[in-house]
């Protein structure tokens, strides 16, 4: 421990303006900092600071992600498994799925931390940890089967265009990983869509059982066609989908990790869900078809509302700033996912672009929170010269 | 624009500053990229190479004369309806083009469809009309159109060449993705033939443009 | 309420009470709940032993500089009240009765107070000195350890698993400056009607105009001193509230 520390001090000055490599000081920065927290001090304002650090943030969300990407890598599996026919355990499905979602996990990071790093160093700042999540995220909202080089440029794409041309972390106006998720559903709409992409091995068709489907619950009701997957199943995850998203308990710890922690807005996640069963409930009071009539709670568990309302609408971000934007945002939100869902036949996951066009307007949304205090302020101001 | 320049004695034709009005606008005073005009057809006819070229052609050539015929005429157009006369020798030219276009290349002209007519409209030209050729001689005019016509024709066949070849996998019509990449998986972007990628590529360019030249930063 | 019958018996006053946490105590927040200042206006406060000290000005025509301060910080052997004169020098006080290690001396309290040396004088308005620990050394993977001893105001180390424990807090920054990316958090430790971040991101603009719609007069650097004690970002909050009231005295002189 001692010595890996010594190496570093000694390493340390190379890196330095002036140094032999200071080309690369922001990637030995974050390195430095991955190792040891900074031994800087404070020296006004205030003496003593909070233990949280922005690392510590992002791998608490990581650690809310666990139980949803740790249950995805057993369904591909699992999924597959039913696909052809065999029945495997609980380990076996596991390895399988694990094998195929870790090089996905892999290319994500390496392709968008690669880019981060670039443009760190030649922006002259430190490396943020938003990528951390982003890098993470974009595997668990992809189908099993997508090519790794499609991944590859997804994100490049995603970090550059979603992120860095606004300015870095901080300023993105959208969600890194929607963007990524974005990108291929427009770009390589065979990937992203139909019914064999969601179970691994399912495109190519070797050694698949007569009459095995593999469409989601999601993609049939957009099809219109009457879906009768068991609640309990929806719920629970044993149903194909993106890797992160089919099990609801899964996302619900995590959704109980981020609240309970303080990191993940309850706000958001709160209105989003009253919006969708707000709008679900007008949809079944007109009911015009069979797809408006089905129930808030299964509308719910269906595809990725539940995980784009967790992990993705509430990037703080791209979300809504105020507290009171945030309740707004979330429900008109809700409302959106349902409605492109029910309505829009080409987008089975209304979730996705819901989120990507709220982003847009949640500046919108916080300018009218702002003005409100502005003029609750000028409203007292004229009040006291009366 | 700044680069009135009011020519006193005899130069040469093709002098320093009449190559400066070539030349400019393919860097520093880029049509499209500096001064952000003409981004609709920009955008809008650069789905394939050849169409993009033809555009460009038929861009620079009714910049280049409609320069020209201003430039000469600028002496005796009342300022009053001076906008009304550019625009009466633009129109006639378009048509002109337009005509040819339809004579020579019809399944081209189809694809152009109404952005030829729109060249009308295009705001590099009256652009060029209003700063430069009511205030130069004919020659550095037309040299002057021809250089606005070429900078934005540049930007044109860039854009296409990337979304040609990463939309279709061709460039000018031609397979040059071999089929060997289809069969490891390769497949076309979809997103580039959509025109929401032609805006992004159009933005690239703007962006290291300026990465190089921080002069052309707005505050 | 157990108040003091020195507060209930005055006359000619009008007492308001205050209950809750830290800021609740802040003059900034206070002003801001009993009468919020508007643009222009002038709002004087005096402290408890600063009355006491006019009083005996006029009472028994004496000035009396002496003054009650506090010892405290996790450093001092025994924290304690003590009598001290002025701006005196605090090495009277510290001398035989701190731990041994590098210390850091502030003048106030550790959120707000001013750092001095062990030799160094007490502020003119400050009634505390404070003791603790400077936390400059490096430690390993310390974000990612479980924390049982380190405090968060958010839950996102164990550390909420002990309520109630006592914690031994250092001047280590415990990791970098970053961008602005948690929001809605703030907010929770700062009790008025004030958008902190817009206010901080108005100042950092300069913006003047928007400052001033944004409530910066109705706001210190103390009111922000526990926004930048939770602060994930690591910035210097407090700097730049006072940023934003020097460009404003400016502006308007």
Same mark, same amino acid.
């Given at each position: 421990?001692?010595?890996?520390?010594?190496?570093?001090?000694?390493?340390?000055?190379?890196?330095?303006?002036?140094?032999?490599?200071?080309?690369?000081?922001?990637?030995?920065?974050?390195?430095?900092?991955?190792?040891?927290?900074?031994?800087?001090?404070?020296?006004?304002?205030?003496?003593?600071?909070?233990?949280?650090?922005?690392?510590?943030?992002?791998?608490?969300?990581?650690?809310?992600?666990?139980?949803?990407?740790?249950?995805?890598?057993?369904?591909?599996?699992?999924?597959?498994?039913?696909?052809?026919?065999?029945?495997?355990?609980?380990?076996?499905?596991?390895?399988?799925?694990?094998? @195929?979602?870790?090089?996905?996990?892999?290319? =994500?990071?390496?392709?968008?931390?690669? &880019?981060?790093?670039?443009?760190?160093?030649?922006?002259?700042? +430190?490396?943020?940890?938003?990528?951390?999540?982003?890098?993470?995220?974009?595997?668990?909202?992809?189908?099993?089967?997508?090519?790794?080089?499609?991944?590859?440029?997804?994100?490049?794409?995603?970090? #550059?265009?979603?992120?860095?041309?606004?300015?870095?972390?901080?300023?993105?106006?959208?969600?890194?990983?929607?963007?990524?998720?974005?990108?291929?559903?427009?770009?390589?709409?065979?990937?992203?869509?139909?019914?064999?992409?969601? &179970?691994?091995?399912?495109? $190519?068709?070797?050694?698949?059982?007569?009459?095995?489907?593999?469409?989601?619950?999601?993609?049939?009701?957009?099809?219109?066609?009457?879906?009768?997957?068991?609640?309990?199943?929806?719920?629970?995850?044993?149903?194909?989908?993106?890797?992160?998203?089919?099990?609801?308990?899964?996302?619900?710890?995590?959704?109980?990790?981020?609240?309970?922690?303080?990191?993940?807005?309850?706000?958001?996640?709160?209105?989003?869900?009253?919006?969708?069963?707000? /709008?679900?409930?007008?949809?079944?009071?007109?009911?015009?078809? $069979?797809?408006?009539?089905?129930?808030?709670?299964?509308?719910?568990?269906?595809?990725?509302?539940?995980?784009?309302?967790?992990?993705?609408?509430?990037?703080?971000?791209?979300?809504?700033?105020?507290?009171?934007?945030?309740?707004?945002?979330?429900?008109?939100?809700?409302?959106?996912?349902?409605?492109?869902?029910?309505?829009?036949?080409?987008?089975?996951?209304?979730?996705?672009?819901?989120?990507?066009?709220?982003?847009?307007?949640?500046?919108? #949304?916080?300018?009218?929170?702002? +003005?409100?205090?502005?003029?609750?302020?000028? %409203?007292?101001?004229?009040?006291? *010269?009366? | 624009?700044?680069?009135?320049?009011?020519?006193?004695?005899?130069?040469?034709?093709?002098?320093?500053?009449?190559?400066?009005?070539?030349?400019?606008?393919?860097?520093?005073?880029?049509?499209?990229?500096?001064?952000?005009?003409?981004?609709?057809?920009?955008?809008?006819?650069?789905?394939?190479?050849?169409?993009?070229?033809?555009?460009?052609?038929?861009?620079?050539?009714?910049?280049?004369?409609?320069?020209?015929?201003?430039?000469?005429?600028?002496?005796?157009?009342?300022?009053?309806?001076?906008?009304? *006369?550019?625009?009466?020798?633009?129109?006639?030219?378009?048509?002109?083009?337009?005509?040819?276009?339809?004579?020579?290349?019809?399944?081209?002209?189809?694809?152009?469809?109404?952005?030829?007519?729109?060249?009308?409209?295009?705001?590099?030209?009256?652009?060029?009309?209003?700063?430069?050729?009511?205030?130069? %001689?004919?020659?550095?005019?037309?040299?002057?159109?021809?250089?606005?016509?070429?900078?934005?024709?540049?930007?044109?066949?860039? *854009?296409?060449?990337?979304?040609?070849?990463?939309?279709?996998? %061709?460039?000018?019509? /031609?397979?040059?993705?071999?089929?060997?990449?289809?069969?490891? !998986?390769?497949?076309?972007?979809?997103? /580039?033939?959509?025109?929401? /990628?032609?805006?992004?590529?159009?933005?690239?360019? #703007?962006?290291?443009?300026? =990465?190089?030249?921080?002069?052309?930063?707005?505050? | 309420?157990?108040?003091?019958?020195?507060?209930?018996?005055? @006359?000619?006053?009008?007492?308001?009470?205050?209950?809750?946490?830290?800021?609740?105590?802040?003059? !900034?927040?206070?002003?801001?709940?009993?009468?919020?200042?508007? @643009? !222009?206006?002038?709002?004087?406060?005096?402290?408890?032993?600063?009355?006491?000290?006019?009083? %005996?000005?006029?009472?028994?025509?004496?000035?009396?500089?002496?003054?009650?301060?506090?010892?405290?910080?996790?450093?001092?052997?025994?924290?304690?009240?003590?009598?001290?004169?002025?701006?005196?020098?605090?090495?009277?006080?510290?001398?035989?009765?701190?731990? =041994?290690?590098?210390?850091?001396?502030?003048?106030?309290?550790?959120?707000?107070?001013?750092?001095?040396?062990?030799?160094?004088?007490?502020?003119?308005?400050?009634?505390?000195?404070?003791?603790?620990?400077?936390?400059?050394?490096? $430690?390993?993977?310390?974000?990612?350890?479980?924390?049982?001893?380190?405090?968060?105001?958010?839950?996102?180390?164990? =550390?909420?698993?002990?309520?109630?424990?006592?914690?031994?807090?250092?001047?280590?920054?415990?990791?970098?400056?970053?961008?602005?990316?948690?929001?809605?958090?703030?907010?929770?430790?700062?009790?008025?009607?004030?958008?902190?971040?817009?206010?901080?991101?108005?100042?950092?603009?300069?913006?003047?105009?928007?400052?001033?719609?944004? !409530?910066?007069?109705?706001?210190?650097?103390?009111?922000?001193?526990?926004?930048?004690?939770?602060?994930?970002?690591?910035? +210097?909050?407090?700097?730049? #509230?006072? @940023?934003?009231?020097?460009?404003?005295?400016?502006?308007?002189?």
């Amino acid at each position: 421990m001692k010595a890996l520390r010594n190496y570093l001090d000694k390493i340390k000055p190379n890196f330095e303006k002036g140094g032999k490599y200071e080309k690369l000081q922001s990637t030995f920065d974050a390195i430095e900092t991955f190792l040891y927290v900074p031994k800087k001090v404070t020296f006004k304002g205030s003496h003593i600071r909070d233990s949280i650090d922005m690392k510590r943030t992002m791998s608490v969300v990581l650690i809310a992600l666990m139980p949803a990407l740790l249950f995805g890598m057993w369904n591909v599996g699992y999924q597959h498994s039913l696909s052809i026919g065999e029945t495997n355990g609980i380990f076996d499905n596991f390895l399988f799925g694990a094998i @195929k979602v870790i090089p996905l996990i892999a290319v =994500s990071y390496i392709v968008g931390l690669g &880019i981060e790093f670039i443009f760190a160093q030649y922006r002259g700042h +430190e490396v943020n940890e938003g990528f951390l999540v982003s890098g993470m995220l974009i595997p668990m909202i992809m189908p099993i089967d997508v090519p790794l080089w499609m991944l590859a440029v997804a994100t490049a794409f995603a970090v #550059i265009f979603g992120k860095e041309v606004f300015g870095g972390t901080g300023m993105n106006v959208f969600n890194p990983a929607l963007i990524a998720r974005a990108f291929i559903f427009f770009a390589y709409p065979a990937q992203m869509s139909g019914d064999k992409i969601w &179970i691994a091995g399912l495109t $190519e068709g070797k050694g698949v059982v007569d009459g095995f489907s593999g469409a989601t619950p999601l993609g049939n009701w957009g099809q219109n066609i009457a879906d009768h997957t068991s609640f309990m199943d929806m719920f629970l995850g044993f149903i194909p989908g993106s890797i992160g998203e089919t099990s609801k308990l899964a996302i619900l710890i995590g959704a109980g990790i981020l609240i309970f922690t303080g990191i993940g807005s309850w706000r958001i996640m709160l209105s989003t869900i009253l919006g969708g069963v707000f /709008m679900t409930l007008i949809f079944n009071m007109f009911a015009a078809n $069979e797809y408006m009539k089905v129930d808030p709670l299964t509308q719910l568990v269906m595809g990725g509302f539940l995980f784009g309302a967790v992990f993705m609408a509430t990037d703080p971000v791209s979300a809504s700033q105020t507290n009171k934007g945030k309740y707004i945002y979330g429900f008109i939100l809700g409302i959106f996912a349902i409605m492109i869902r029910v309505f829009n036949p080409a987008y089975p996951e209304g979730m996705m672009l819901a989120i990507l066009l709220m982003n847009t307007f949640a500046p919108l #949304i916080d300018y009218y929170i702002v +003005e409100a205090n502005i003029n609750r302020r000028l %409203k007292r101001a004229k009040k006291a *010269v009366n | 624009m700044s680069d009135n320049i009011s020519v006193k004695k005899r130069e040469s034709l093709f002098s320093a500053q009449n190559l400066k009005l070539l030349k400019g606008p393919f860097n520093d005073n880029n049509p499209i990229t500096v001064q952000v005009l003409g981004i609709c057809s920009a955008l809008a006819v650069t789905v394939q190479m050849k169409p993009a070229i033809v555009m460009a052609l038929s861009v620079m050539i009714v910049t280049a004369f409609s320069n020209l015929i201003i430039s000469i005429m600028r002496n005796g157009i009342p300022p009053s309806i001076r906008i009304i *006369v550019q625009l009466v020798v633009i129109a006639a030219l378009v048509i002109i083009v337009d005509q040819l276009l339809k004579a020579f290349v019809y399944d081209v002209s189809k694809k152009l469809s109404v952005f030829v007519g729109l060249i009308i409209t295009n705001c590099i030209l009256m652009g060029r009309l209003e700063a430069f050729a009511m205030a130069n %001689k004919p020659w550095q005019s037309f040299l002057d159109g021809i250089g606005n016509g070429l900078g934005y024709g540049l930007i044109l066949v860039v *854009v296409s060449f990337f979304r040609e070849l990463l939309g279709y996998g %061709k460039i000018l019509g /031609m397979q040059v993705i071999p089929d060997s990449f289809y069969q490891a !998986g390769y497949v076309n972007n979809g997103m /580039m033939i959509l025109p929401p /990628m032609a805006l992004i590529t159009v933005g690239t360019i #703007i962006w290291i443009q300026r =990465s190089k030249n921080r002069d052309l930063i707005e505050k | 309420m157990n108040t003091s019958k020195v507060f209930t018996n005055s @006359k000619n006053v009008v007492i308001n009470y205050f209950t809750g946490p830290h800021p609740a105590g802040n003059v !900034g927040v206070q002003i801001h709940h009993i009468d919020p200042i508007n @643009k !222009g206006d002038i709002v004087w406060y005096v402290n408890p032993q600063d009355v006491l000290l006019i009083g %005996k000005l006029f009472y028994e025509g004496k000035y009396d500089a002496s003054k009650i301060i506090a010892l405290s910080g996790s450093e001092l052997l025994h924290a304690k009240y003590a009598k001290a004169i002025g701006n005196t020098c605090i090495s009277a006080f510290v001398k035989d009765n701190v731990k =041994s290690g590098n210390l850091r001396y502030i003048s106030g309290n550790a959120l707000t107070g001013s750092k001095i040396s062990g030799k160094g004088y007490l502020g003119f308005y400050d009634h505390q000195i404070t003791v603790i620990p400077e936390g400059d050394f490096h $430690e390993f993977f310390g974000w990612a350890l479980p924390g049982l001893d380190k405090f968060s105001f958010s839950k996102s180390y164990f =550390s909420w698993l002990t309520p109630g424990k006592k914690y031994k807090l250092d001047t280590n920054y415990h990791g970098g400056e970053r961008a602005y990316v948690i929001t809605g958090e703030y907010e929770k430790v700062l009790p008025m009607d004030i958008m902190p971040m817009q206010l901080i991101k108005a100042i950092l603009a300069e913006d003047i105009d928007m400052m001033e719609k944004l !409530g910066i007069y109705e706001v210190d650097e103390e009111d922000f001193a526990l926004v930048e004690f939770i602060d994930t970002s690591k910035t +210097e909050i407090q700097s730049i #509230i006072r @940023k934003g009231l020097d460009l404003i005295r400016k502006e308007m002189s």
